[in-house]
């Protein structure tokens, strides 16, 4: 099949995905379960339940040969005639439900193994006051789409300018190396302003929107590889930002584009960002 049409086919579905989720998150019991995924996380009702609502759609493609989720311990094969492999959190943020703030959906689409190099396209959604989704392939910029009554309507391509206002500090600050701590601080002193929320979704969203700025969720102490997991974090955010003329990269200022996870779950710290903004964190890391 043809990869245009099969990345058609693929949008089409996730957009019936978004759909199916916003439902379930504003009708669905918020309750955990006595469960806990392969990170180690607390499972909601809705992650499991936004898990399965993914499986079951592209588990209609014939081109997705599997799936990897964070709500799964292992790869979970659906197409043994299929091609691709979508990386997915279902439920980016989920723990944040309870304060009625906003979460997400991200994912990946791989074709060969399963590492940076291989990734052909990404996206995410975003639950918000309004349902959108981005979705970006190695062409192109990335693209907005928004629920306009029971339609999904192109809106607008995304681009970050040279520089932004934003800077999106996450991590435990008492933890911070001394040199990120200085970088963050340095960048408030400059008049950037604190946007954070804690959804990894919603908080990249914005500074994509608003045209720049910096998401930084670095290794500490208590997360000392980061806390963001390649596959279906790191990587499809990744592509988004280079594709939208912003960078990506880890504390070794290595690009995310290159990342080779060992393990399906394994994670990275991470810099997001227009170029500015990401230049400073090599100066920063001495890079
Ligand atoms: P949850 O899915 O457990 O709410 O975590 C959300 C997340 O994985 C990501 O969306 C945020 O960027 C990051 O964690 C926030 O982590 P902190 O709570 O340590 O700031």
């Known amino acids: 099949m043809e990869r245009r049409y099969s990345m058609n086919r693929f949008l089409e579905a996730m957009k019936r995905v978004a759909i199916e989720i916003e439902i379930a998150i504003k009708s669905e019991d918020l309750g955990y379960l006595d469960s806990s995924n392969s990170s180690g996380e607390e499972q909601l009702k809705l992650d499991v339940k936004s ?28 197409n043994g005639q299929g091609r691709y492999i979508v990386c997915y959190d279902p439920l980016d943020g989920s723990s944040l439900i309870d304060a009625n703030l906003s979460v997400g959906t991200i994912f990946g689409i791989y074709d060969g ?3 940076g190099e291989s990734i052909i396209a990404s996206g995410y959604i975003v639950y918000g006051p309004r ?20 339609e999904f309507k192109y809106i607008k391509s995304l681009t970050l300018n040279e520089r932004g206002k934003l800077n999106s500090s996450g991590a435990t600050q008492r933890y ?3 040199h990120h701590k200085r970088l963050i601080e340095e960048l408030f002193q400059e008049g950037y302003r604190l946007r954070y929320s804690g959804g990894m979704v919603p908080d990249l969203h914005h500074i994509l929107i608003k045209g720049g700025g910096l998401f930084s969720y670095p290794a500490t102490s208590d997360n000392i590889n980061g806390k963001l997991r390649q596959l279906f ?10 594709r939208a ?3 990506a990269i880890d504390e070794n ?5 290159e ?13 997001f960002g227009s170029k500015y903004e990401i230049d400073r964190v090599r100066v920063a890391y001495g890079r």
Not at 131 to 146: A, H, K, M, S
Not at 235 to 241: D, H, K, S, Y
């Open 253 to 257: 200022c290595y690009r995310l584009l």
């Open 51 to 78: 898990d399965k609502i993914i499986e079951d759609e592209l588990s209609k493609l014939s081109d997705i040969k599997a799936v990897v989720s964070e709500e799964k311990d292992s790869i979970l094969e659906l």
């Open 176 to 178: 911070w190396k001394p």
């Open 233 to 242: 974090e790191v990587i499809p955010f990744a592509l988004i930002f280079e």
């Open 131 to 150: 349902l959108e989704l981005v979705f970006t392939t190695r062409e192109g910029r990335p693209q907005l789409y928004r629920l306009i009554g029971d």
């Open 245 to 247: 003329n912003g960078e």
């Open 113 to 115: 193994e399963l590492r």
């Open 259 to 271: 990342l080779t996870p060992e393990d399906i779950h394994d994670r990275s710290s991470c810099f």
